[in-house]
């Protein structure tokens, strides 16, 4: 794996579990998976949690109904991920003494409404009074092949897919965090489910997009030990109001794919002799996927920009959020730093250590 340790939520995460012991029946190992995957007899258990804290502390979500709905939907997506069809999530809800009865409804109304958006359930949970806000979800899903799809296989020449437009999530957290008007509203969503089948039988490997597109990538360049090269169609998939809504601010619009706040969209490749065949499967179930690019040799991600083939420093990009101490206004002052050198110094190759 190329150098996972110069990224550091990798390296903390790598401390965090470094004493840890591993499950015999566990199929994947650190990294290679948006959810745990377990072997029991004859049978693939798909196992993710996540969590919804500083969203809400930073006021990125203050709609009760909002976070309901994404602690399903960022859990459903790590299923959709390997592929898994759920039988349904835990969730742990930490509510503050004071929150008023009327958004604890609508706190309850988007859990219920994603899970029959998802045709899953409730399974059970746990209830605390606290200072703050906190929603923690725990999905389970089976997955009905003998071998899950996980964030490794890819090869060169391997098309790059997105499951549809990129760049909503990115749009509305700057509509939240940085330009505090809510310009940019209706975000809500979908996991990725229905891509399940098709994906089980075409993809590859597969991440989504929780966390951008460039992250995204990066994750899936340092798994594979292989790079990827992105064409000149990308505009073609960045969401319609996220591409206006940015151009409005004067925020270039490839800084939607690289900022960390997804859309939960899934990033999928195929193998280049089976395209065909999946298209054809896909566009029979009502899926249209978007290329992206292909899978190269090089360790590198590679964007159209400027008339330029640039190859970005997504290690700069990733490690960013934590190295301004999440303050957003720094962070996108930094990007926007990076994103004049490239137009001024095009000619300039940006690695990843």
Not at 178 to 194: D, E, M, V, W
Not at 225 to 248: H, T, V
Not at 297 to 321: A, C, G, V, W
């Amino acid at each position: 794996m190329y150098k996972l340790n110069s990224i550091l939520e990798n390296r903390t995460i790598n401390q965090l579990i470094s004493d840890f012991k591993r499950s015999p029946n566990q199929l994947n190992k650190p990294h290679e998976s948006d959810a745990e995957i377990l072997k029991l007899n004859n049978t693939l258990l798909a196992v993710t949690t996540d969590s919804i804290s500083e969203e809400i502390s930073q006021g990125l979500y203050d709609d009760p109904y909002l976070v309901g709905w994404m602690i399903v939907t960022v859990n459903m997506s790590d299923l959709a991920a390997v592929g898994a069809t759920p039988l349904g999530i835990l969730i742990s809800e930490i509510i503050p003494k004071h929150f008023k009865e009327e958004k604890n409804k609508e706190l309850q109304k988007g859990i219920s409404d994603a899970c029959n958006t998802y045709n899953t359930f409730v399974l059970g949970g746990d209830t605390n009074e606290g200072d703050c806000l906190v929603l923690t979800g725990t999905a389970i899903g089976i997955i009905n092949q003998d071998k899950p799809i996980s964030r490794i296989g890819c090869k060169p020449n391997d098309i790059v897919y997105t499951s549809g437009r990129l760049g909503s999530g990115n749009a509305y957290a700057i509509s939240k965090l940085i330009s505090q008007t809510n310009s940019f509203s209706n975000y809500k969503p979908l996991a990725q489910l229905k891509y399940a089948n098709v994906n089980m039988q075409y993809a590859s490997c597969c991440m989504d997009t929780s966390d951008g597109l460039i992250t995204t990538l990066d994750q899936l360049m340092r798994l594979n030990n292989y790079g990827f090269e992105l064409d000149e169609n990308l505009e073609n998939a960045i969401d319609i109001r996220a591409f206006e809504y940015s151009k409005n601010l004067n925020i270039p619009p490839w800084l939607l794919f690289a900022g960390q706040h997804g859309e939960f969209e899934l990033i999928f490749t195929i193998p280049n002799n089976t395209k065909d065949l999946f298209l054809k499967e896909a566009f029979q179930n009502s899926l249209n996927p978007i290329e992206l690019g292909k899978v190269i040799h090089q360790k590198e991600i590679k964007i159209p920009l400027y008339d330029e083939l640039i190859s970005m420093n997504t290690t700069f990009i990733r490690n960013l959020p934590i190295e301004t101490n999440s303050d957003v206004n720094h962070y996108l002052k930094m990007l926007l730093e990076y994103d004049y050198q490239i137009k001024n110094e095009p000619c300039l190759k940006f690695t990843s250590p």
